[in-house]
């Protein structure tokens, strides 16, 4: 049993880890972007190869576990949880390299008045927070914590519709900047999908310390017993 | 007694477990009622009440010495030959107590048919183990004895392996057809009930496999009551588990929920392997 205790652990540690090392590239995307920091977008894109190879390691922890141990109830949800919130992760890992790529593609400093008034500023304010959220509930396996996710998922779903039409007036009002505008949108899109990914890791979290399934449910039922953030 | 949770994992939210019913038809096959089981001063089994749906298979886990197989043995009254035994309580097979006086102990095990851990065939042939039970019955019609034999041997999935030696030692069987053949003598007798005192415990994984495959067959014509020690055949096979702890009844439920989300932390941590 000791054995399948460390197992959990360790593969807990290397869940953290990734966790950490995504959140970080997201962090690094938002600097690079607000100070057109060439050198942190490529940090970002070469730390890409370290979240792939988490990824693949965490698969590998996850199938000697089910191999090995043949684990079941609270054991068995988590290494079901983990394995989805590894994939989740390592999308998240891949969107935070998507966005060092736009920068560095641009090639110069984005208008920071238009970031803000596309509200790039705030996608990336709540996603990090989503992020953050997502992270200690996983430490300390509060879930009331990560049902806060999905309120702050809806105001990045929120934003994305309405950037949507301002980048289609933006663009009919200066179509010299449109390249401008169709990257921070790009750049929004990017973020829209971080959060329906983080909130995916919520919803497995959930599932693995509650036994309850939220997937493909209305929101009203998912943030039952959820205050806001 | 109550023992501190050792629950390691999280606080799950958990719902009650019930026994899982197949279809509408059927119906409790045996029920214990507050069940106390003695050995001397010793109390092995401390007020259990729980009900066996006929047609399918009921599991018994929990760590060794929590009373499994003495109540599994209480069903066809192998206990009475235990010195010191005493009960208190019911058990009913089909409404009747089994522990009435009037009871023929002999034809209640007519109805109740038992495999044990060790294959037990008779140092006789293989045709003489499975007819043996329809000879102590008297039966002496010889086509009819060889019918049930075939028919029996057939059930037990035995019958192609064994078909052109069916004078041969039993004893010369491998472990595995050893044990089917035990499954043979007890089907010939026709039971309606099959208790297994971990059958597969002394088996290899192929011969556990057919075992496992002719009990699920099974199940469409008796009603089962397995021990077994292996939580994946007890995942694998049964309906319903009963998780028992030092002579109590922890928790009884469908198999599914049991072994996915109990609800008591004391059966997550005997499944999860964190105690037993």
Same mark, same amino acid.
């Given at each position: 049993?000791?054995?399948?205790?460390?197992?959990?652990?360790?593969?807990?540690?290397?869940?953290?880890?990734?966790?950490?090392?995504?959140?970080?590239?997201?962090?690094?995307?938002?600097?690079?972007?607000?100070?057109?920091?060439?050198?942190?977008?490529?940090?970002?894109?070469?730390?890409?190869?370290?979240?792939?190879?988490?990824?693949?390691?965490?698969?590998?922890?996850?199938?000697?576990?089910?191999?090995?141990?043949?684990?079941?109830?609270?054991?068995?949800?988590?290494?079901?949880?983990?394995?989805?919130?590894?994939?989740?992760?390592?999308?998240?890992?891949?969107?935070?390299?998507?966005?060092?790529?736009?920068?560095?593609?641009?090639?110069?400093?984005?208008?920071?008045?238009?970031?803000?008034?596309?509200?790039?500023?705030?996608?990336?304010?709540?996603?990090?927070?989503?992020?953050?959220?997502?992270?200690?509930?996983?430490?300390?396996?509060?879930?009331?914590?990560?049902?806060?996710?999905?309120?702050?998922?809806?105001?990045?779903?929120?934003?994305?519709?309405?950037?949507?039409?301002?980048?289609?007036?933006?663009?009919?009002?200066?179509?010299?900047?449109?390249?401008?505008?169709?990257?921070?949108?790009?750049?929004?899109?990017?973020?829209?999908?971080?959060?329906?990914?983080?909130?995916?890791?919520?919803?497995?979290?959930?599932?693995?310390?509650?036994?309850?399934?939220?997937?493909?449910?209305?929101?009203?039922?998912?943030?039952?017993?959820?205050?806001?953030? | 007694?109550?023992?501190?949770?050792?629950?390691? $994992?999280?606080?799950?939210?958990?719902?009650?477990?019930?026994?899982?019913?197949?279809?509408?038809?059927?119906?409790?096959?045996?029920?214990?009622?507050?069940?106390?089981?003695?050995?001397?001063?010793?109390?092995?089994?401390?007020?259990?009440?729980?009900?066996?749906?006929?047609?399918?298979?009921?599991?018994?886990?929990?760590?060794?010495?929590?009373?499994?197989?003495?109540?599994?043995?209480?069903?066809?009254?192998?206990?009475?030959?235990?010195?010191?035994?005493?009960?208190?309580?019911?058990?009913?097979?089909? $409404?009747?107590?089994?522990?009435?006086?009037?009871?023929?102990?002999?034809?209640?095990?007519?109805?109740?048919?038992?495999?044990?851990?060790?294959?037990?065939?008779?140092?006789?042939?293989?045709?003489?183990?499975?007819?043996?039970?329809?000879?102590?019955?008297?039966?002496?019609?010889?086509?009819?004895?060889?019918?049930?034999?075939?028919?029996?041997?057939?059930?037990?999935?035995?019958?192609?392996?064994?078909?052109?030696?069916?004078?041969?030692?039993?004893?010369?069987?491998?472990?595995?057809?050893?044990?089917?053949?035990?499954?043979?003598?007890?089907?010939?007798?026709?039971?309606?009930?099959?208790?297994?005192?971990?059958?597969?415990?002394?088996?290899?994984?192929?011969?556990?496999?057919?075992?496992?495959?002719?009990?699920?067959?099974?199940?469409?014509?008796?009603?089962?009551?397995?021990?077994?020690?292996?939580?994946?055949?007890? $995942?694998?096979?049964?309906?319903?588990?009963?998780?028992?702890?030092?002579?109590?009844?922890?928790?009884?439920?469908?198999?599914?929920?049991?072994?996915?989300?109990?609800?008591?932390?004391?059966?997550?941590?005997?499944?999860?392997?964190?105690?037993?």
């Amino acid at each position: 049993m000791a054995n399948l205790d460390n197992e959990i652990k360790l593969l807990k540690d290397n869940i953290l880890e990734l966790m950490f090392l995504v959140k970080n590239q997201l962090e690094k995307g938002s600097k690079a972007l607000d100070q057109f920091d060439e050198e942190l977008a490529h940090e970002i894109t070469a730390n890409e190869k370290r979240v792939d190879s988490l990824e693949l390691t965490i698969d590998r922890d996850c199938e000697n576990l089910l191999a090995l141990h043949n684990p079941v109830a609270v054991d068995l949800r988590f290494v079901m949880a983990s394995f989805k919130i590894n994939s989740d992760l390592e999308r998240i890992g891949d969107h935070a390299n998507s966005i060092a790529k736009y920068i560095l593609d641009f090639g110069k400093a984005m208008d920071k008045e238009t970031i803000q008034k596309m509200k790039v500023d705030e996608m990336y304010a709540v996603s990090l927070k989503m992020m953050s959220n997502i992270f200690n509930a996983f430490i300390t396996e509060d879930t009331k914590l990560a049902r806060k996710v999905f309120k702050l998922d809806k105001r990045l779903n929120e934003i994305n519709r309405e950037v949507s039409g301002l980048t289609t007036e933006l663009i009919q009002e200066d179509v010299e900047q449109t390249q401008n505008y169709l990257y921070l949108f790009s750049i929004v899109r990017k973020l829209e999908r971080v959060g329906d990914l983080t909130k995916n890791i919520a919803e497995e979290l959930i599932f693995y310390i509650e036994a309850k399934v939220l997937k493909h449910q209305k929101m009203k039922s998912q943030n039952n017993n959820s205050s806001d953030s | 007694m109550e023992v501190k949770s050792e629950a390691s $994992g999280p606080k799950a939210t958990r719902v009650k477990t019930e026994p899982r019913v197949n279809s509408e038809n059927q119906t409790y096959k045996l029920r214990a009622k507050n069940i106390d089981v003695f050995y001397g001063d010793f109390q092995a089994i401390h007020d259990i009440s729980l009900d066996i749906i006929d047609n399918s298979i009921t599991a018994f886990i929990g760590p060794s010495g929590c009373g499994k197989s003495t109540f599994l043995r209480l069903f066809n009254r192998m206990n009475d030959y235990i010195d010191g035994f005493s009960m208190n309580g019911q058990i009913l097979l089909e $409404g009747q107590d089994i522990y009435d006086p009037s009871v023929n102990v002999e034809e209640l095990r007519k109805k109740i048919g038992m495999v044990f851990q060790k294959p037990n065939p008779f140092p006789k042939s293989i045709f003489e183990n499975v007819a043996y039970g329809l000879r102590i019955q008297g039966i002496k019609d010889k086509d009819f004895i060889e019918q049930r034999v075939v028919e029996s041997l057939k059930q037990a999935t035995l019958f192609e392996e064994v078909k052109d030696d069916l004078d041969k030692q039993a004893l010369a069987l491998s472990g595995g057809q050893q044990q089917r053949l035990c499954m043979a003598r007890t089907l010939a007798v026709k039971p309606s009930v099959l208790l297994m005192d971990e059958p597969t415990s002394a088996l290899d994984p192929i011969s556990t496999a057919k075992i496992e495959e002719l009990i699920t067959e099974l199940k469409k014509k008796y009603t089962i009551a397995i021990v077994t020690h292996n939580m994946q055949q007890a $995942g694998r096979i049964s309906d319903n588990t009963v998780f028992l702890y030092m002579g109590k009844l922890v928790e009884y439920g469908d198999t599914q929920k049991i072994f996915t989300n109990p609800e008591k932390d004391r059966t997550q941590n005997y499944i999860t392997g964190r105690f037993g």
